[in-house]
């Protein structure tokens, strides 16, 4: 089954404890990007790679950082948490950019930061 | 840099009526993409419209693409309880997408 799998699903953490939240992919899909969800927000873009080795800032990249050392996951890390981090996160990915193809996205991970 | 607004934030409909939810950007678009997300889910694809003017329908839903393709809308016709969600539209750049804020729709039986 084709699909973008996250983990963890849920996480609950401290200020400062380093986390990496995990993003996989079976569709063999260059572009993979980061996006988190505050309510009234709607979805940012954190994070994009558009293939192996290259990734790039989206609109809110602070205190986030990303790696494509493959072509199927792409990593969130968060080196040191905050609570103004706390949010619902989505990894995606497509075939190619985002131009003429549609974006697949994971179940999503529930972070919150105490 | 971009930035795609969407209206209404919230519409609470009664089953069987019709529901819109409008998109608009600062900029010109090349293409643009609309989600839904069910309460507790994430975002689906629905459709991408390329075309200045296009008009494209999915069954009950109904997109269309502004002639000067800054603007867009969704219109659902005739809702069912199953349209329960926020509807994303998504303005498509070089490498990136702009979502808006969404539009919720409630809909009760």
């Known amino acids: 089954e084709a699909q973008v799998t996250q983990n963890p699903r849920y996480l609950i953490t401290v200020t400062g404890k380093k986390l990496t939240v995990t993003c996989s992919q079976n569709m063999n899909h260059e572009y993979m990007s980061w996006y988190r969800q505050d309510p009234g927000l709607g979805l940012r873009q954190i994070y994009y790679?558009?293939?192996?080795?290259?990734?790039d800032k989206g609109d809110v990249p602070e205190g986030y950082k990303v790696s494509r050392k493959e072509k199927r996951n792409f990593p969130l890390i968060l080196e040191s948490p905050s609570p103004n981090q706390t949010s619902l996160y989505f990894c995606?990915?497509?075939?190619?950019?985002?131009?003429?193809?549609?974006?697949?996205f994971g179940q999503g991970t529930r972070l919150t930061v105490v | 840099g971009q930035q795609v607004m969407q209206i209404p934030q919230y519409q609470h409909v009664q089953e069987g009526e019709d529901f819109t939810t409008y998109c608009n950007s600062s900029t010109t678009l090349s293409n643009i993409q609309w989600y839904k997300q069910r309460p507790g889910g994430h975002p689906v694809f629905l459709i991408q419209l390329v075309k200045s003017g296009e008009v494209k329908k999915q069954k009950r839903l109904t997109f269309q693409f502004g002639e000067a393709k800054k603007n867009s809308s969704l219109h659902i016709t005739a809702t069912q309880t199953t349209d329960v969600g926020t509807y994303f539209c998504a303005g498509v750049g070089y490498s990136t997408l702009t979502f808006g804020k969404g539009t919720m729709l409630l809909v009760s039986p």
């Open positions: 995606a990915s497509s075939v190619r950019g985002v131009v003429d193809t549609e974006a697949f």
């Open positions: 790679s558009m293939n192996v080795e290259v990734t």
